[in-house]
Every structure is written in C-alpha cells, then in structure tokens.
C-alpha cells in the first residue's frame, strides 16, 4: 500500500481542517489506516484509526469529539475531519496502514504516507 496525505495548512484555534489520506494497492481494503502526528521536539503519537471492514474507529483521548475519522474504500480515501482545533494540535500529521486491526502502536504500521503540516495559531 502507497500511501500520500494531504489537506494540512494553517488555521485559527477554534477553526476547521481536512486531511486527506490516498491509497493505491491492492491491499488497501484490508488494511486499517490511522493518523498520528509529531510536533516539533515531541514523539510522534496516535490520532486516530478506522478498521479495515465495518467501520470501527478508535481514538486519541486528546481529540475525542473532535476529530472523525472515515473512510471511502470505492475511492481509496481515508479522512481525518479536525474539528475545534488547538494550537497544541500543531504538527505534521501522518497517515499509516496495519492489517492489525485497530492499534494506536506505530511500530504495528507498516506502511507510511509523507506528511502533512497542520498550523494552529492562537
């Protein structure tokens, strides 16, 4: 699975982004796709994750009721709607796949897009 996100920018607090996640492959529909994201001098660390089959999602307890993750398999795209944004939601945001379900574990990833930046301004 090949993997490019895109969708980042710069936004003010309280405002709105979508990233985008596209796949190409074969193997994309059994795969789960999360997102993580690393700022600058921090770990990168798990957003969110969406199964393979059915839909399931889990995430981070830091954007919970804020964040959506979804994904269209017809297209080959996964989404992460950012909601509420925060300046500590500022970092480059990754998009990954796993065929082991829904693990926030990155080293469980096995497949990584580029990143995209995501600005929150105060």
């Known amino acids: 699975v090949q993997l490019q996100a895109s969708g980042g920018g710069l936004v003010q607090a309280g405002g709105s982004l979508r990233l985008s996640c596209a796949a190409s492959g074969r193997t994309f529909s059994s795969c789960a796709i999360g997102w993580f994201r690393q700022a600058p001098g921090k770990e990168r660390e798990f957003v969110a994750v969406i199964s393979a089959i059915g839909g399931a999602s889990s995430y981070a307890h830091s954007v919970l009721g804020r964040f959506i993750i979804y994904r269209d398999d017809a297209k080959k795209m996964v989404y992460l709607q950012a909601n509420s944004l925060k300046p500590e939601d500022t970092a480059v945001y990754y998009c990954?796949?796993?065929?082991?379900?829904?693990?926030?574990?990155?080293?469980?990833?096995?497949?990584w897009g580029q990143g995209t930046l995501v600005t929150v301004s105060s």
């Open positions: 990954a796949a796993t065929q082991l379900g829904l693990s926030p574990l990155a080293h469980e990833y096995n497949y």
